[in-house]
């Protein structure tokens, strides 16, 4: 079973920036993972802000695209997503996602505030 444990969130103001870092534990084949990191603000589903396949492609949900930008480091098991040009309606947690042959493992989250 692969462990995710999310770290970087915090309070930021509007315009500000962070970088979440998701690491994964109790694995050695991170690297064939689809990682992704999702979000959920308080009475919203879950959306899906961004994905990576294990061959590098990314995906971004529209109201990130330009703004955020995910990337994996596989030496060191971890998954980042770098969070520009934050907006008040990117509040939300912001969890982690490990995914092969459909099997799922999810972090525990981290929270992203953007406030002034």
């Known amino acids: 079973q692969v462990q995710l444990v999310e770290s970087g969130g915090g309070l930021v103001q509007p315009g500000g920036s962070l970088r979440l870092s998701c690491a994964a534990s109790?694995?050695?084949?991170?690297?064939?993972?689809?990682m992704g990191w999702y979000r959920q603000a308080p009475g919203k589903q879950r959306e899906l802000v961004a994905r990576?396949?294990?061959?590098?492609?990314?995906n971004y949900a529209d109201s990130v695209k330009g703004r955020f930008t995910i990337s994996r480091d596989n030496t060191k098991n971890t998954v980042f997503l770098q969070v520009n040009s934050l907006k008040p309606e990117d509040t939300a947690v912001y969890s982690c996602?490990?995914?092969?042959?459909?099997?799922?493992?999810w972090g525990q989250g981290t929270q992203v505030t953007v406030s002034s």
């Open positions: 996602n490990a995914e092969l042959g459909g099997l799922g493992y």
């Open positions: 990576i396949t294990r061959g590098g492609s990314t």
């Open positions: 109790a694995t050695s084949i991170f690297s064939i993972y689809t």
